[in-house]
């Protein structure tokens, strides 16, 4: 199993739905976001393009903040998921530090907390919030080891990227362009 | 022209709009590590080259005040620690693959080791000392049989110590300017530097400053070498290695970095060391403050820039 989720950035219109839902599912402090959307204007007036993307945690097959995690607080959940462990995580930062998409944050509470794609729902075979929550339904989460989920026949057909995948994580976050 | 926005607000405390999970508590412990670690070096090399008596500050006096070094930058990483009552986790689990955990075994390991070291030594400082219970005695007197095992480990942690100083920072990629393997050992011989300027400032024999004014130089001029070479291989890197240089070369640490770490760190105390073994007269403890000064400043710096420089945006 290996979950991942796409957005496409075609069908996005950056109405920062899915960060409100994540919000209020997984009760994250105010002030803090688990995902966020990034708007990229490219090109001068009048050639100009936009692309929307809601974005999170990547969810890495080589995930750096796993590695360097002192504790093993974070950790690979079933199916890929990366996940924090509240009471082994002492709050060093150094997953925080280690992660070039900036995905992670301190909680007010001490521990390191980040998106876990919803796992309390995709356990019980229901979408991630955020997925669940999209008004325009960009975004398609499921197993890639299954060709017949959501998330495997979207990529089969679309044009995708990644983001920095030259930073070596093997990020399961597909954008779809 | 390209502009990225993150419009939702993102805002998360510490990590917009620009990281800053580590404040004053890792570079202060960062430097108080390597210090310990260039002490403890020099303690324990000296020791089994049978010079005890040669340079007595180095071996005897001087790793007396290791174990209150290391015990404050433990203190400083609890400080920065955002969970702290979970701060033993990092003592049930052992990750190789991360440096901050393997630090924290070379430390629960170093500590002990030398305040052994510094029980062993107590009284060349204080001629009076007495332990008063006489386990202690017995104790030290059984470990005083094992004193060249004992200088070995010290010599193979404290290497370990200095080096993992700058492994920790070099192993986030996700930070261009810390991601070069150079770091490990440039803050290696820095760390020994300043242990080598520390012992300077205890010693009151003039042919033992000398003799460590020397060895300082020696690893400064390795230092200087290291910088230039990191440096060199930032600008062959990738962009983003390139944008982490740029703010040394032009950006906003050049002057911080070049007149206060190199310039006055460095190059400066060499240049008062050579005059000093030319035998001109200037007060001795103002090249070693100055490497003490500059191995501070060089480890503030790099934790602050190194947060700084990202791939993404």
């Given at each position: 199993m290996r979950y991942a989720m796409a957005v496409d950035t075609k069908k996005c219109v950056g109405c920062s739905d899915c960060v409100v839902a994540c919000q209020t599912e997984n009760d994250v402090p105010i002030g803090y976001c688990r995902d966020w959307i990034v708007e990229v204007t490219d090109g001068t007036y009048p050639q100009l393009e936009l692309e929307h993307r809601s974005e999170r945690c990547n969810h890495c097959e080589n995930s750096p903040c796993v590695r360097?995690?002192?504790?093993?607080?974070?950790?690979?959940?079933?199916?890929?998921?990366?996940?924090?462990?509240?009471?082994?995580?002492?709050?060093?930062?150094?997953?925080?530090?280690?992660?070039?998409?900036?995905?992670?944050?301190?909680?007010?509470?001490?521990?390191?907390?980040?998106?876990?794609?919803?796992?309390?729902?995709?356990?019980k075979g229901q979408s991630p919030a955020c997925v669940a929550v999209c008004p325009t339904k960009c975004m398609y989460f499921g197993d890639l080891d299954d060709p017949n989920s959501d998330v495997s026949k979207v990529i089969k057909k679309r044009k995708y990227k990644t983001l920095i995948p030259e930073a070596g994580t093997k990020p399961q976050l597909y954008f779809l362009i | 022209m390209r502009e990225e926005l993150i419009v939702s607000g993102r805002m998360n405390p510490h990590i917009d709009p620009q990281l800053q999970i580590w404040e004053w508590h890792i570079p202060a412990y960062l430097f108080l590590g390597g210090l310990a670690a260039g002490i403890l070096f020099f303690a324990s090399y000296f020791y089994i080259k049978g010079k005890s008596e040669e340079y007595p500050t180095a071996v005897k006096l001087a790793p007396i005040i290791t174990p209150i070094l290391i015990g404050l930058g433990l203190l400083f990483l609890m400080l920065d620690l955002k969970h702290k009552l979970y701060f033993w986790r990092l003592y049930t689990?052992?990750?190789?693959?991360?440096?901050?955990?393997?630090?924290?075994?070379?430390?629960?390991?170093?500590m002990p080791l030398s305040a052994i070291w510094a029980a062993f030594n107590i009284k060349s400082l204080f001629p009076k000392w007495d332990w008063k219970f006489n386990i202690i005695k017995d104790a030290l007197r059984w470990l005083e049989n094992y004193k060249t095992a004992i200088a070995w480990t010290i010599m193979i942690l404290s290497v370990i110590l200095g080096i993992y100083t700058g492994i920790?920072?070099?192993?986030?990629?996700?930070?261009?300017?810390?991601?070069?393997?150079?770091?490990?050992?440039?803050?290696?011989?820095?760390?020994?530097?300043?242990?080598?300027?520390?012992?300077?400032?205890?010693?009151?024999?003039?042919?033992?400053?000398?003799?460590?004014?020397?060895?300082?130089?020696?690893?400064?001029?390795?230092e200087l070498f290291l910088i230039v070479h990191m440096f060199m291989g930032f600008n062959a890197s990738t962009q983003v290695q390139i944008d982490a240089a740029a703010m040394f070369l032009g950006g906003e640490f050049t002057a911080p970095f070049w007149i206060f770490v190199v310039g006055l760190g460095l190059v400066i105390p060499a240049g008062l060391e050579v005059m000093e073994m030319r035998k001109i007269k200037i007060p001795y403890m103002l090249a070693p403050a100055l490497v003490l000064f500059g191995g501070l400043l060089f480890r503030f710096i790099m934790a602050y820039a190194g947060q700084m420089s990202r791939w993404l945006y």
């Open positions: 360097c995690c002192p504790t093993g607080a974070s950790h690979y959940s079933d199916g890929g998921i990366v996940m924090v462990t509240k009471n082994k995580c002492i709050g060093c930062g150094a997953c925080i530090a280690s992660c070039p998409y900036d995905a992670r944050y301190t909680h007010p509470k001490g521990y390191v907390d980040k998106c876990t794609f919803c796992e309390h729902r995709t356990k | 689990a052992f990750k190789i693959e991360s440096p901050m955990s393997w630090g924290a075994w070379t430390l629960m390991a170093i920790l920072l070099s192993a986030f990629n996700a930070r261009p300017l810390w991601n070069t393997s150079i770091l490990g050992p440039l803050f290696l011989i820095s760390g020994m530097s300043t242990g080598a300027a520390a012992i300077i400032i205890l010693s009151k024999s003039k042919a033992e400053r000398h003799a460590f004014a020397r060895i300082d130089l020696v690893l400064i001029a390795i």
